[in-house]
Each structure stands twice: as C-alpha cells, then as structure tokens.
C-alpha cells in the first residue's frame, strides 16, 4: 500500500466520522466516559497500594514482655522473632531506651518534670521489639503468633487502620473492574452501530470498489481508521481532564492530611500519568481498531 493510497484511507475514515457524526460522537462520548473512570479508578488504587506500602514500611508492631522475664530471655525471645520469614526488620527497645524516647516526646522544653525520676525509671520492665514486616496482609496470623509466646505481655499494631486499608483498596478494585468492563461493553456496541452504518453507507462505492479489483485491505482500512480514530479521540479527552484534575487534587489531599505526612503519602502525577496514559490510549485505540475490524468483515462479501 503506497503512500497515496494510505492518505485516501485517512481521508476517508475521517469522512465516515463526519458522515455520522452523532453515532460517532455517542461512540467517542462512551469510550471517553469508560477510560475516564479506568483513569480515575487506576489513580485511587494505584495511590491506596502506595499507602498501604507506606504503612508497611512505617507502622509496626510492638512486643513488650512481663516485667518478670530477665533482658537475656527478652533478647533470646527477639531471636525467635527476627527468624520468622514475615519480619522485614527487627528493633531491640530496652527499659532506658524507651524512658529516654518519652522524654524527649512529652518532656521537651521541661526538663524539670522528669528530674525526680533521675533514679527510678518508670519504665523499668518494659523492654519491647519494634518489628516491621514484609507483606501487612500478614499481620494478624504473624500476632496472633507473637501472643503464643511465653513471656508476651502485650502486642500493640494498628489493626482497624491496616484492615480498613486492604478492604477499601481490594472493594475499590473489584467494583471499577466491574463499571469499566459494563462500559467498554457499551463502547463496542456503539463503536460497532457507527461502522456497520458507515459501512450501509458505502454499499455501493465498495460494490464499485470490489468490481475495479479494490482489495479487503483497501475496503477495510477507512473503516478501521475510523474505529481507531474514534477510540483514541475517546481515550485523549479524558486523560487531559485527569491530568488536570489530578495535580488539583493532589493538592488538596497533601494539604489535608500534611499531619500524617509520614504515614498518609500520595504519588506525583509523573509516577502516575505515563503509564496511565499508555494504558488509556492502547485501550480505546486497540478497542476501536479491533471493533471496527471485525465489524467491517460482515460486509466485505457484499
């Protein structure tokens, strides 16, 4: 196919989508309602997996032990902890440790407070470990272990947080997997309506085309081209928009949790928006491409 005939396609498939412009326009309309929610679905979770990683690598969860067992049978109970394949990281915390941390936490600018307990440490007996783990999902089979061992007094994480976390992030998944899929279903019906009225249209001057020894291929291709266009026009508008919009809400959401910066943090557009885009326009292009594809091939033996 030369380079002449390669423009005539072009040109006739951009003729097909003015032609029929209100079936195109509903066509680019669904598509661009389908991989705006795709984005904005893939924003949400790929933001909640970057927080629950956070999570993992900042909330832990800390053992103290009875007051009666000695520092050497702490440190022996801390080398079955640090053995176990969940532990990504173990953090010895002795009873002058901890005392000298909550100084600094609730003492800070009043020194004096903390002068009469200069010879008592009312914290004795309360070494603990500070364990991080791999994977969170572990968390509560991994404590429920911990509270089997002799000696565990208490074992503190943040299990409603942790929890509330995975479920949202799992929900959230299966529910945009669910509206994305019933949309794309109504973008290939339309897709598939404008190209076989497109392909009505042109009965005749294919049947024309067919008679002077035109190809498939060159029958097939402004139809294609048409079903293409329409699926990355569909697929362009939207991602603008999310592109926009997601700088502003990434904003606000920074300015709204900046307290728990530490914990609560949120991806930049720029480790989002290429992949996201990529993802978008192979979708609605790929979609119009095949949809037109095989749609056409219903009337090639007209």
């Known amino acids: 196919m030369n380079f002449n005939t390669v423009g005539y396609c072009l040109r006739q498939g951009l003729k097909n989508i003015c032609r029929n412009v209100k079936f195109s326009l509903a066509s680019m309309a669904t598509v661009a309602a389908c991989i705006f929610l795709f984005c904005m679905f893939y924003s949400i979770v790929r933001n909640l997996d970057y927080v629950v990683r956070n999570v993992e690598n900042n909330v832990g ?46 003492f800070a ?80 019906f339309l897709i598939a309506n404008t190209i076989t009225v497109a392909a009505e249209f042109r009965r005749s001057e294919n049947e024309i085309m067919r008679m002077i020894g035109a190809t498939n291929g060159m029958i097939r291709a402004p139809f294609v081209i048409e079903g293409t266009v329409i699926g990355l026009i569909g697929a362009g508008i939207p991602l603008a928009a999310v592109y926009v919009l997601y700088g502003r809400v990434l904003q606000d959401l920074t300015a709204r949790f900046h307290m728990l910066s530490d914990v609560i943090r949120f991806l930049p557009r720029e480790e989002v928006f290429p992949v996201m885009a990529l993802v978008a326009l192979l979708l609605g292009g790929g979609m119009g491409f095949a949809v037109s594809f095989f749609t056409i091939q219903k009337h090639l033996s007209v």
Do not use: C, H, M
């Open 61 to 106: 969860i800390t053992v103290l032990f009875s007051e009666e067992l000695s520092e050497e049978e702490i440190r022996k109970a801390g080398e079955e902890i640090g053995a176990r394949p969940e532990v990504r990281e173990l953090q010895f915390i002795s009873a002058e440790e901890a005392w000298e941390s909550f100084q600094r936490d609730y």
């Open 109 to 188: 600018g009043r020194e004096e407070l903390a002068a009469g307990f200069e010879e008592d440490n009312p914290l004795a007996g309360s070494a603990s470990y500070n364990i991080l783990l791999w994977d969170i999902e572990e968390q509560d089979s991994f404590v429920q272990w911990l509270r089997e061992i002799p000696g565990v007094r208490q074992v503190n994480y943040a299990r409603s947080a942790v929890a509330i976390l995975l479920r949202l992030n799992r929900v959230i998944t299966l529910f945009s997997g669910l509206i994305i899929s019933i949309l794309l279903l109504v973008a290939v």
